[in-house]
């Protein structure tokens, strides 16, 4: 089991950047690939980004290709969302959550197995 802590939400104009981190806890983190979801009021949640346990791979939604970058450090146990060019629509709780797999090509919220408590993004227009 692998617990999970996100940080780095807050308030931001359309046009700006944000980083998420993911402090991860637990010793099949290094095993694990690590995922970012995010859920926006009234919805489901929605994948966004996915690494392979040893960052290798990476994997995006159509909306957020080109914009932000999925990054990990299994030195320090921790992962991280770079988002940048940020627009209203991005506004959700976002999510990290570890894989039940290593490799980065599993999307589905079933298939991550712990999940942190979230942290909120909100981006004005």
């Known amino acids: 089991q692998v617990q999970l802590v996100e940080s780095g939400g807050g308030l931001v104009q359309a046009g700006g950047s944000l980083r998420l981190s993911c402090a991860a806890s637990?010793?099949?983190?290094?095993?694990?690939?690590m995922g970012w979801f995010r859920q926006a009021p009234g919805k489901e949640h929605k994948f966004v980004a996915v690494?392979?346990?040893?960052?290798?791979?990476?994997n995006y939604a159509d909306s957020v290709k080109g914009r932000f970058t999925i990054s990990r450090d299994n030195t320090k146990n921790a992962v991280y969302l770079q988002m940048n060019s940020l627009k209203p629509e991005d506004t959700a709780v976002y999510y990290c959550?570890?894989?039940?797999?290593?490799?980065?090509?599993?999307?589905?919220?079933?298939?991550?197995?712990?999940w942190g408590l979230g942290t909120q993004v909100t981006v004005s227009s």
């Open positions: 959550a570890a894989s039940r797999y290593s490799e980065d090509t599993y999307y589905y919220p079933s298939d991550f197995g712990s």
């Open positions: 637990g010793r099949t983190f290094r095993t694990n690939a």
């Open positions: 690494i392979s346990w040893n960052g290798g791979s990476t």
